[in-house]
């Protein structure tokens, strides 16, 4: 399948891309060859192929646990710098 110019602008008009001609010419060949590449990829016969999909059972999961939750001073305990039981961090915007 050929890909336009005419149908490269109307996409670029929907980008708000800008192309020059000698752009628009290499992306319309560009274009073509993917769509020519994905057609022959269609005509392959896939019908004896089996699917490679993985689904987990839900046996191999691991058992969902209830736990405690950390401590504000085990969480902020560690912190170089800390106020009132928060992080304090460097400014990064002025």
Known sequence: MEITEKEIKHLASLSRLQFNDEEMTKIANDMSSIVNYVDQLQKVDTSNVKDNTTIREFEE??????????????????????????????????
């Open 61 to 94: 999961l691991r058992e969902d646990v209830v736990k405690d939750s950390l401590s504000n001073d085990e969480i902020v305990g560690n912190a170089p710098k800390k106020l009132n039981g928060y992080f304090i961090a460097p400014t990064v915007v002025e």
